[in-house]
């Protein structure tokens, strides 16, 4: 085993200068219920760029006047307690090959092919178990070293063997987007037959949700930019409302136009059972009025804003369920796995660039002109696991 | 039977002065189903005031410049189309005894003393029992007319018999607001051991609400104006917050100072299972704040304001369920029914007023110097039901 790897660490809350290449970052060393994986491909995410940025750090009130989009106010409003440690290697959805275990593992787990659930759960049932308690979860890539680097040690208990036969690039599309969209159908109990509206389709969290809808027997409408339409239709979307539809001018939202697109899409008025929504800004109030009477809205993250205002009249008018969800649990995990395993759900590669190109890679993530997810793959590994499924 | 009979009349959407008092309006004449109450006290309800407002009939967007206070210009986006038909009697929470009774209707039920539940279930089981469908509700004095008059006719099934003995003024404060109460409490699975924050305690829904979680052994805090501590105590609060605690010089709310008056009220911070909240605006976000991870917030009202700003972030971050309801289920009217009987909840009387007085008695209401509900008796009957238990 070498003593230094490549990796590409981040030293500070800032920009993408923040993130630094290195060549001699020491190896981890596994603890007695971990294991060392060689890492072959790492999954890109929202989080990784706005834990850099500090901006889950605060819990800005919405009263106040502070730019909800400034990073430079998220970190100066923290004082510097983020929870973060530096450095710290940042990437949570890992595929590679156990290379060494700890003390209290099977030796016959080296060499398996594993998916890692990035969950870290410092709660424990009291059979020792991990268990998701919602004020004490992290996940590796924050709490812990991630996956954008050679090796990272995990929890054995985080490491999923996987026997489907699909590149390592692509398995990575699978892990933090994946587990946030099956935990958000779970927790509004979608069920089969249910008319689920998905926003953000095209992202990560989106696309994912597209295929777990379909896997429950729900039916998922989708709402994205054109020109994404038809890879999103191939996913499984029932209809796709183009977000171009319902944007005027001056790229304000238009509520009615959207309501009415929703409608036309669904066959009927406010007849939504459940909407997965990654958007929320000027949207969100459209979003509730395309419910059915006690349906239930869900939120995991917010591209075009975080506080819009809420009419509690509608809310309580039309008896509405209104949720936050972020990560999942080890059971929403386990049936993912199975999901792929069992060709459920496929992987949608949005595009693979070398780790030592992350700062490009999270540049193209963010321009969003893709469906899926974005990937990088170790220097070393690029020949054997990027060039054969790069995409440009 | 009398042909006529003295009714405030609500003759249009406006001001008081749509509730005109008649002493010659038609006796209604029961259905085959439904039984003639010969009215003995009804309770006031902010609903009664708001539909006369028309302000249920709109549904505003959030994003828009419309005032949300005022009752003109919701009188006004309407184009008259609110559902509403005049004349109408409104009084939902009706007390009295059956004097008639339609051919499919026990003629043993004659004499009962009777609490109506004033929900008008539109949709049926296959049984032909009445369902709520929260698309197809409506209630008694909306929907048909209500108890602000000698006589009303309801359907025999919302009519419940009443053993307990306390005084038919007493026994109207019980109702809309109650049953509000409650169902939010069903809603949101609220249990014993659970820390239950209560907003506007004071009024029907939050007195009710406290009695209520008591009832299911959960553990109500109150938030209310000083003045109405010792009450909101001796209905079971285990702390109360005082509004005058977190309000600056200027009226507005001082978020950290609230959060810190619930941390100490609960002993520990962001530990609230669940809020019961009637007043929205300003104190929404602090509320939300209050809430341990994966707490429930609920509203069926909103005194200070409808539209405030909702952080997604919290929401997601904190795995933050919201929910709004209105009215309840025939389930939770029977447990109301049961708590009664079994004395587990108490009347609260803030006041009792003549019929004809009904524009002074909403004038009080409004002005909410008071603990618990509101209620008139028809003049014809106050030496009898309403003298006895005046307060003022």
Redesign the interface.
Known sequence: MPKTMSAMVLTGHGGPEKLVYYNDFPVPQPGAHDVLIEVSACGLNNTDIKVREAQ?AV?????SDLDETSAAASIAATNGETGLSFPRIQGADIVGRIAAVGNKVSQDRVGERVLVDFSIYHAKDTDGSPRMD??NVDYIGHGADGGFADYVVVPALNAHKIQRNIPDAELATFGCATLTAEHMLS?VSAKSGDKILITGAGGGVGSAAIQLARARGAIPYAVTSRGKEEQILSLGAEACICRQDFTDQSGGFD?DAFLVAVTEATRSNRSVDVVIDQV?G?M??GLL?AL???GHYI????ISG?????????????????????QGQPEDFARIVDYIEAGKIGPTLGGIFPLSQLHHAQKTFQAKNYVGNIVVVPDAKWKEFGEPDARR
Do not use: C, E, W
């Not at 369920?321 to 972020?326: C, E, K, M, P, R």
């Open positions: 889950y819990d800005f009130d919405p009263n919602l004020s927790r509520k929320g000027s969100f109030h009025q059915r009477p006690d939120s995991a993250g917010t975080y506080t819009p205002r809420i009419n509690l009249h509608t809310v309580y008018m039309a008896f509405l369920n209104i949720h936050g969800s972020s």
